[in-house]
């Protein structure tokens, strides 16, 4: 077990003003998407990301992925079928389930979604070692397990 000292506090405190700064700039981000015309929403892409290694999806699975309510999964899934993105059937085990899957052309959005901001994240972290970045996932993994843990608390 880690002796707190003042180092150590600080430390910590940096990282809680991080992470507070990290996700405002998500949030503004998640804000501004769904407030362009004709784009998709930030919630909208993570429905399609929940496609991508070519596994048909339930609604349940999708709406978890995404961090949507399966009501607001259903209405934006319909969206994106009717654009010609996703693509809906009938599960073969258990027809009360409708399956989701990326169309050769929701494939092609996300793969420019990817080709446009992938180089940013891989320049925005290059300095840093792949031991350093895996601790980075470990302690934002215990970050959302915190956060978890307490919503379920409320």
Same mark, same amino acid.
């Given at each position: ?29 998640? /804000? ?8 998709? #929403? ?7 990301? /929940?496609?991508?290694? /070519?596994?048909?999806? #339930?609604?349940?699975? &999708?709406?978890?992925? @995404?961090?949507?309510?399966? @009501? ?6 319909? #969206?994106?079928?009717?654009?010609? &993105?996703? @693509?809906?059937?009938? #599960? @073969? ?8 899957? &990326? ?9 420019? =979604? =990817?080709?446009?901001?992938?180089? =940013? ?34």
């Amino acid at each position: 077990m880690s002796v707190i000292t003042s180092s150590r506090t600080d430390a910590l405190e940096e990282l809680a003003r991080a992470f507070k700064a990290a996700t405002a700039a998500l949030r503004r981000l998640r /804000g501004r998407e769904t407030h362009r015309p004709g784009e998709l #929403s930030y919630a909208q892409y993570g429905l399609l990301f /929940g496609l991508c290694d /070519g596994t048909p999806r #339930s609604l349940r699975e &999708l709406a978890s992925a @995404a961090d949507v309510s399966p @009501a607001t999964a259903a209405e934006m899934l319909e #969206s994106l079928a009717a654009s010609g &993105l996703v @693509a809906r059937i009938r #599960s @073969a085990e258990d027809k009360r389930v409708v399956l989701t899957s &990326l169309t050769d052309r929701g494939r092609a959005l996300i793969d420019e =979604r =990817r080709a446009r901001y992938e180089p =940013r994240w891989r320049a925005a972290l290059q300095d840093f070692s792949e031991e350093e970045l895996l601790t980075a996932a470990g302690v934002l993994e215990r970050v959302r397990a915190i956060f978890d843990e307490v919503a379920e608390e409320s």
